[in-house]
């Protein structure tokens, strides 16, 4: 059963620092990986889509890392902001006739201007 | 990015009624659409896989005939929560993508309080 842990849970920092969310998970037999974030009461906005061949992935400060046969992800945020705060989800999309995504329990950033 | 259009973003009801929420894929058509339940402070638990023209496939432990999935057409799926209790209050959540294993796009979920 494919499991997915997000460390740290929860991460505070002040406005400007580069900041590393981890994501882990149990089984490398995925299609991809995808980055989400979640603001309070709200949906889920997708951030990064990385390929099962793919290393890595960058859009605006933000850049994704994907280490398969480790079963490793990370999101790199660069110069965070206030706006950044935020809880930040790592999803999978499991191998083998399934469409279903499996979620960590996700890192809720704050960002202290 | 795609557009995933959830209906209604909150909704308040009184014990043992009946709540549909919409699930619309606005510039795309979406053969499997998906709905996820999520509780405070955990993360998103799949409920069930919402098929066009055929029946919704439900995950160990989701009751399917209290929540009740219908995908009428290409861009639109619904989820009935019938005889709500209590319990069932949450954030549900759907989700659709154009492909297999392409970029998936969520709604903007629908928070249910039952009363």
């Known amino acids: 059963k494919q499991e997915v842990t997000q460390i740290p849970a929860a991460l505070s920092v002040p406005e400007g620092e580069n900041l590393v969310l981890n994501c882990s998970f149990t089984?490398?037999?995925?299609?991809?990986l995808q980055w989400f974030r979640q603001d309070p009461g709200k949906g889920l906005t997708s951030l990064l889509l990385i390929q099962s061949s793919q290393r890595e992935q960058t859009s605006g400060r933000l850049n994704a890392s994907l280490d398969k046969s480790s079963g490793r992800s990370t999101l790199y945020i660069a110069a965070s902001q206030p706006g950044d705060s935020a809880t930040y989800l790592c999803?999978?999309?499991?191998?083998?006739?399934?469409?279903?995504?499996?979620f960590g329990k996700g890192t809720k950033l704050t960002v202290n201007p | 990015g795609a557009v995933v259009s959830q209906h209604p973003s909150r909704v308040i009801c009184k014990s043992g009624t009946s709540v549909k929420i919409e699930c619309r894929s606005l510039?795309?058509?979406?053969?499997?659409m998906f709905w996820y339940r999520q509780f405070p402070k955990q993360s998103l638990m799949l409920m069930a896989t919402?098929?066009?023209?055929?029946?919704?496939?439900?995950e160990q432990g989701v009751e399917k005939d209290k929540f009740l999935i219908n995908h009428a057409s290409l861009t639109l799926s619904t989820l009935t929560v019938t005889s709500a209790h209590p319990e069932d209050s949450s954030f549900y959540i759907c989700?659709?993508?154009?492909?297999?294993?392409?970029?998936?796009?969520f709604g903007q979920g629908t928070r249910l309080t039952v009363v």
């Open positions: 999803a999978v999309h499991l191998v083998g006739g399934s469409e279903k995504l499996v």
């Open positions: 919402s098929n066009e023209g055929s029946k919704a496939t439900y």
């Open positions: 089984d490398s037999a995925i299609y991809n």
């Open positions: 510039d795309f058509q979406a053969t499997t």
């Open positions: 989700s659709a993508g154009r492909t297999r294993s392409t970029e998936a796009f």
